[in-house]
């Protein structure tokens, strides 16, 4: 009975145009905004911020970067953990060279270098398409990790390629407890997810949709192919890159090359698929879905085995997550290929008419 | 001289591996246009299979009659329970459903037979062939020859399966036109399960022979994936693409890593050829034997 | 109707021959365009009316000819190309982008005319919003004129034909286009809607004075609607003039309208 939108008349082309134009969503978002910054960091614990919070955040940023460029733009791409690992070294690498430069800084100049690889390796899309796509940027996710081990100078010749992220602080802010990571994770995130879903839903947003929707008609009608598809490439390398330096910052504090697996690029991908193709919100269910699948695995599992009087290992354990992923994407995309967010918008829907069935 | 031919030779007789996985995708994509990513969880799946079945102290030859039951069960399945529901849905999506189905195929494998790696003995010789040995000096593995061998039958029983069979003639015309096969009254159904079955087939001679060479384990997966770069090579619907595509990939990727690799310190095969089918790409996207595409408007 | 005034010629086709490989799709096919009229191609199945509209505005790029537009000379046009110098066009099967609203759609039309780049977009701020709110402003002028308001967020993939056709021409007149290329407007239309369709495209010829290329096969309504009309037949020109003198073309009859007159 809450949720109407009965008396909220648009007076202004301006105002149709909001993000939320509905009232009610948008003091729903101005609260979830309050909670996540001021509610949480006071009750939530070590654990929380560690092992749910900040990576959910960071691979929702993730996830945002490859839904513009497969969602938005149309272009598959099974190379994202690649271009984290570039943003993640390139972020190390400019707080160790360049004196004094702000952390905020060399995380954006990670995630630059992501773009400048992301169009290069984007560049095989203005002749191909599809999953023969897909292989141009498996290139990108083996030559990239590959680079990055062989060559010791990006790792500061440390062994076998692993960085340490060095202390840093923002505004004078010593980023050194697991709250003020999340909340410099949370402002990032934030900010960077307002400033896709202005992409989205400008001239932009609507260029990569035409191209992925077809793109011989986009180029009738003016759109420069290959200008659009290498700025999807940019965008979402960069998205990616600021996600691998936080990776590196604010989540693991060591990495090495190897942990920027195809296996994770994956992970992105089912999290862009589970969430919502071509959805902003989407980005951020799929992660929260992906990061607390295994956990929820983990709790239920063992007991539920446990009454059957099985013991099972945590192999086992990893195994069925494995299965249950590769399940779901297949359920989805046969079921619902738009995805969680779709379901929420038709929960939405279901809410504005309720009780009334129709 | 004679290293680099017998870089060449040993590459050559990798190749022959790829090209038997890259057939089980043209096998597939030529039948139902899914690009089934897959098909190296197939092989692994397939690997572990026969591996476990030869543990638990079954003769080989029944082994293998075991494990390709299990492969035409897991091929049956996967069209009745993946592929059926997303009939005339975008080949993008198909092949984001087959990502699924590897994570699936992956998990069940270890699941069923552990993730640790079991060894293959076909009883096959693995030493140096004398007489080559001995006249060019050039050491060409009894194995890697035997394997080729094996491969090559396999293509050719393939071959002649859909040139002179009825099933094959049905098979050809599901790959040419989808609707104009089932108004013909070809069951396209039972051919996809029948194609799948197929597909499992020839994973299972390759995960025997790799898993033969290098023992049954997860490695297995990213070897398979070097299929990508050789269909791109000979192009997705030819299966004679497959096996020059399989041959080049094999070969370049050995005699890079040997002549180029010490150069940037080593380790290069494991993108090379990705990176060769990338420039490939941009020359002639449709492949060495693909069949161009025109657009229309 | 009367009042329009019909300008010079603004585009020449002159000698343009098409292949794909070993067909030929268009062979030496000469015609012009003047300004503010309405062209008819017409032509049986497969005559290379599509493959001509394909050329004039660059998907398609013949091996032969030349083409003038606005007095420059080139030997083919390009697709982005032809979008800036003011072509627009809609396709014989619906080229609309599924994904997007009917809203969204149009806006892509005006995609041309908007100035900011990505990161002022990003931002929404100042001249981006300024802008987007201008676009919007002139893309409402164009569902009014077409009649979809009630449309206008709907997903065009969720619309009936009738309805799509539409919106790609709403997509085509967003842009503003000097020249407006139209393959096969009414196909598979009930003929209430090919009447509105009609009203439709003559309303823009008038009103905004915008010169019309279209492929049409109902005879009746090219008759109706065009000043001048080209035959083609098998790739080859075989008519050319006012619907009048088409109508009593022999070769013209025996091609194609032959039984039906």
């Given at each position: 009975?809450?949720?109407?939108e ?8 301006g105002?149709?145009?909001q ?7 948008r003091i729903?978002?101005g ?6 910054f001021?509610?949480?960091p006071?009750?939530?614990t070590?654990y929380w ?6 990576p959910?955040?960071?691979f929702?940023?993730a996830a945002?970067g490859?839904?513009?460029l497969t969602?938005y733009?149309g ?7 690649a ?6 070294f390139g972020?190390?690498?400019?707080i ?5 430069i702000?952390a ?5 100049m990670?995630g630059?270098c992501?773009?400048?690889v992301?169009?290069?390796f984007g560049?095989?899309s203005l ?5 023969y796509?897909?292989?141009a940027?498996?290139?990108a996710?083996?030559?990239v ?7 010791g100078w990006?790792?500061n010749?440390s062994?076998?390629?692993v960085i ?7 505004f004078?802010f010593?980023i050194?407890?697991?709250v003020r990571?999340?909340l410099l994770?949370l402002?990032?995130?934030a ?13 932009t947003?609507?260029?990569?949709m035409?191209?992925?929707?077809m793109?011989v008609?986009a180029?009738v009608i003016?759109?420069?192919l ?7 490439f940019?965008?979402s390398?960069f ?7 936080l990776v ?5 504090g060591?990495v090495e090359?190897?942990?920027f697996?195809l296996?994770?690029?994956f ?6 698929i589970?969430?919502?193709?071509g959805?902003?919100?989407g980005?951020f ?15 239920v ?8 009087g ?5 192999a086992?354990v990893s195994?069925m997550?494995?299965?249950v992923f590769g399940g779901?994407?297949?359920f989805f ?6 995805g969680?967010?779709?379901l ?11 009780p009334?069935?129709h | 001289?004679a290293f680099f ?6 590459g050559?007789?990798s ?7 890259a057939l089980?995708?043209v ?12 098909q190296?969880?197939m092989?692994y799946f ?6 476990g079945?030869?543990?638990m102290?079954?003769?080989i030859?029944l ?6 039951v299990v ?5 049956v ?5 993946v ?9 993008i ?6 990502i699924g189905?590897?994570?699936f195929v992956e998990g069940l ?9 079991r060894?293959i ?8 062939i004398?007489?080559?040995l001995?006249n060019?000096?050039m050491?060409?593995s009894?194995f890697?020859?035997?394997a080729?061998?094996i491969?090559?039958v396999l ?6 399966f ?5 099933i ?8 040419d ?6 108004s013909?009254?070809i069951?396209l159904q039972?051919?996809w ?10 994973a299972l001679?390759a995960?025997?022979?790799?898993g033969?060479?290098?023992g049954a384990?997860?490695?297995l ?5 070097k299929a990508?770069?050789?269909l791109?090579l000979g192009?997705?619907t ?7 595509g399989g041959?080049i990939i094999g ?26 089918a990338?420039?490939f790409?941009l020359?002639r ?9 025109i657009?229309?408007? | ?10 585009l020449?086709?002159q000698?343009i ?7 030929k799709?268009?062979?030496d096919?000469?015609?012009?365009v003047r300004?503010?009229?309405?062209r008819?191609?017409?032509g049986p199945n497969?005559?290379?009316?599509s ?8 998907v ?6 030349t083409i003038?537009?606005r007095g420059?000379k080139r030997h083919?046009?390009?697709?982005n ?8 066009r809609?396709?014989q099967n619906i080229?609309l982008f599924?994904?997007?609203?009917v809203?969204d759609?149009?806006m ?8 900011t780049?990505?990161?002022q977009?990003a931002?929404?701020?100042g001249p981006?919003?300024?802008e987007?709110?201008e676009?919007r402003?002139?893309v409402?002028e164009v569902?009014d ?7 206008r967020?709907?997903?065009v993939?969720r619309?009936?034909y009738?309805?799509?056709k539409?919106?790609?021409l709403g997509?085509?007149?967003a ?7 139209l393959d096969?407007?009414m196909?598979g ?8 369709m009609c009203?439709f ?11 019309i290329?279209?492929?049409?096969h109902?005879m009746?309504?090219?008759?109706d609607?065009s000043?001048?009309v080209v035959?083609l ?6 008519g050319d003039?006012?619907p009048d003198e088409?109508r009593?073309?022999?070769e ?10």
């Amino acid at each position: 009975m809450f949720y109407r939108e009965t008396g909220q008349f648009k007076t202004s082309y301006g105002a149709d145009q909001q993000i939320f134009p509905i009232r009610q969503d948008r003091i729903a978002i101005g609260l979830l905004l309050v909670f996540a910054f001021f509610v949480v960091p006071a009750v939530a614990t070590q654990y929380w911020f560690s092992a749910i919070l900040i990576p959910f955040l960071i691979f929702s940023l993730a996830a945002l970067g490859l839904n513009i460029l497969t969602g938005y733009a149309g272009q598959l791409s099974l190379g994202s953990a690649a271009f984290m690992a570039v943003g993640a070294f390139g972020a190390y690498n400019f707080i160790l060279r360049v004196p004094e430069i702000p952390a905020i800084l060399a995380f954006l100049m990670g995630g630059v270098c992501a773009a400048g690889v992301g169009i290069l390796f984007g560049l095989p899309s203005l002749r191909i398409k599809g999953f023969y796509l897909a292989v141009a940027t498996l290139a990108a996710q083996f030559f990239v990790v590959w680079a990055l081990t062989k060559f010791g100078w990006f790792s500061n010749y440390s062994s076998s390629g692993v960085i340490s992220s060095q202390d840093f602080s923002v505004f004078g802010f010593a980023i050194d407890s697991p709250v003020r990571k999340y909340l410099l994770t949370l402002s990032i995130v934030a900010i960077m997810g307002l400033l896709a879903k202005n992409m989205a839903r400008s001239n932009t947003g609507r260029s990569w949709m035409a191209v992925r929707d077809m793109d011989v008609a986009a180029e009738v009608i003016g759109i420069p192919l290959m200008k659009t598809k290498l700025l999807a490439f940019a965008v979402s390398s960069f998205y990616c890159g600021v996600a691998g330096a936080l990776v590196a910052y604010c989540y693991l504090g060591t990495v090495e090359p190897d942990y920027f697996t195809l296996d994770l690029s994956f992970r992105i991908l089912f999290m862009v698929i589970i969430g919502g193709v071509g959805t902003i919100l989407g980005s951020f269910f799929g992660a929260a879905f992906i990061v607390l699948l295994p956990i929820f695995l983990n709790i239920v599992l063992h007991p539920l085995f446990a009454i059957l009087g099985i013991e099972i290992s945590s192999a086992v354990v990893s195994n069925m997550e494995l299965m249950v992923f590769g399940g779901l994407i297949i359920f989805f995309l046969a079921v619902e290929p738009h995805g969680l967010a779709r379901l929420w918008q038709i929960g939405k829907e279901k809410l504005r008419i309720w009780p009334f069935p129709h | 001289m004679a290293f680099f031919f017998e870089v060449l030779i040993g590459g050559l007789l990798s190749g022959v591996m790829y090209s038997l996985v890259a057939l089980g995708f043209v096998l597939i994509y030529k039948a139902s246009g899914v690009f089934n990513f897959a098909q190296g969880a197939m092989v692994y799946f397939a690997a572990l299979t026969f591996a476990g079945i030869i543990d638990m102290g079954v003769p080989i030859p029944l082994a293998f009659l075991g494990a390709f039951v299990v492969m035409i069960a897991l091929g049956v399945a996967t069209e009745r329970i993946v592929l059926r529901p997303l009939v005339n849905q975008p080949q993008i999506t198909l092949f984001m459903a087959t990502i699924g189905l590897t994570f699936f195929v992956e998990g069940l494998a270890q699941i069923a037979w552990g993730a640790s790696t079991r060894r293959i003995d076909l009883g096959i010789q693995d030493e140096p062939i004398p007489w080559i040995l001995d006249n060019m000096n050039m050491v060409v593995s009894s194995f890697d020859l035997t394997a080729a061998a094996i491969a090559g039958v396999l293509v050719a029983v393939l071959a002649a399966f859909f040139q002179y069979t009825k099933i094959g003639r049905a098979l050809r015309a599901v790959a040419d036109d989808h609707q104009a096969a089932l108004s013909i009254g070809i069951p396209l159904q039972h051919i996809w399960g029948i194609i799948w079955s197929v597909a499992g087939f020839v994973a299972l001679v390759a995960g025997m022979l790799w898993g033969a060479r290098n023992g049954a384990q997860f490695a297995l997966t990213f070897v398979a994936l070097k299929a990508l770069p050789v269909l791109i090579l000979g192009g997705f619907t030819s299966v004679l693409g497959a096996i020059v595509g399989g041959l080049i990939i094999g070969s370049t990727e050995k005699l890079a890593e040997v002549f180029i690799g010490p150069m940037v310190g080593g380790g290069i095969e494991n993108w090379f050829p990705y990176v060769l089918a990338l420039f490939f790409l941009l020359v002639r996207p449709e492949g060495l034997f693909g069949e161009k595409h025109i657009d229309r408007v | 109707m009367s009042e329009r005034k019909i300008g010079e010629v603004i585009l020449d086709l002159q000698n343009i021959s098409l292949r794909f490989g070993g067909v030929k799709a268009l062979t030496d096919i000469s015609f012009d365009v003047r300004e503010h009229e309405v062209r008819a191609i017409i032509g049986p199945n497969g005559a290379g009316k599509s493959s001509m509209l394909n050329v004039i505005n660059g998907v398609y790029h013949p091996q032969e000819g030349t083409i003038i537009f606005r007095g420059e000379k080139r030997h083919e046009m390009e697709a982005n190309a032809a979008a800036k110098a003011g072509f627009a066009r809609t396709f014989q099967n619906i080229a609309l982008f599924k994904g997007m609203s009917v809203l969204d759609n149009l806006m892509t039309g005006r995609n041309l005319k908007i100035k900011t780049n990505f990161i002022q977009q990003a931002l929404w701020w100042g001249p981006a919003r300024k802008e987007e709110l201008e676009q919007r402003r002139k893309v409402e002028e164009v569902i009014d004129f077409l009649e979809i308001e009630h449309i206008r967020k709907t997903p065009v993939g969720r619309l009936p034909y009738g309805l799509q056709k539409r919106v790609e021409l709403g997509r085509a007149l967003a842009a503003e286009p000097q020249i407006l290329l139209l393959d096969e407007p009414m196909a598979g239309m009930n003929v209430e809607e090919k009447q509105d369709m009609c009203r439709f495209i003559l309303d823009v010829n008038d009103q905004f004075g915008t010169t019309i290329v279209l492929i049409e096969h109902d005879m009746g309504v090219v008759m109706d609607i065009s000043d001048r009309v080209v035959v083609l037949d098998y790739g080859k020109k075989i008519g050319d003039g006012t619907p009048d003198e088409v109508r009593n073309n022999e070769e013209v009859i025996k091609a194609y309208l032959g039984t039906q007159h």
